[in-house]
């Protein structure tokens, strides 16, 4: 606290190896299956996690970080933009935030339809497992295979 207050100021430089998370150093199939937080749910069923307990985010994920990396493409964008001879314009935010996270976007879009293909399919698969236990058959020799 800083004289009496609830205020507390946030350290500007915190130290590098200071229990960064798990997830920064984990796998694809750690990644997509939640293994690596398992140290920290053992710990958490083992007693009440306090604040010092949770991980600190990989030096990536920042907002200081985050924020030179935007800042770093919109400059680029800018650059780009006057030296194509639109003048002093700048370049739209939005459009940058994209420029930006394209990457990001395009694999939460493929995640995205994996999601619909697989809600969509379920009743389709149902209905032709439904068909078929009826005795209506597609085609000679359907559900031996």
Request: hydrophobic residues 40%; contains cysteine; charged residues 20%.
């Amino acid at each position: 606290m800083v004289d009496g207050s609830l205020y507390a100021p946030l350290q500007a430089n915190p130290p590098p190896d200071e229990n960064v998370t798990p997830m920064a150093n984990a796998g694809v199939l750690s990644i997509f299956t939640f293994w690596w937080l398992n140290p920290l749910m053992i710990k958490g069923k083992s007693q009440v996690l306090d604040d010092k307990d949770i991980p600190k985010l990989r030096k990536e994920d920042t907002s200081e970080e985050c924020y030179s990396s935007f800042m770093e493409t919109l400059e680029k964008r800018r650059a780009k933009s006057v030296s194509g001879g639109h003048g002093d314009s700048d370049p739209p935010v939005l459009s940058t935030l994209f420029v930006w996270q394209r990457k990001e976007l395009v694999i939460t879009g493929i995640f995205a339809l994996i999601k619909v293909l697989a809600l969509a399919s379920g009743p389709l698969i149902l209905r032709a497992f439904i068909q078929l236990v009826q005795g209506n058959e597609s085609f000679e020799n359907e559900g031996y295979f």
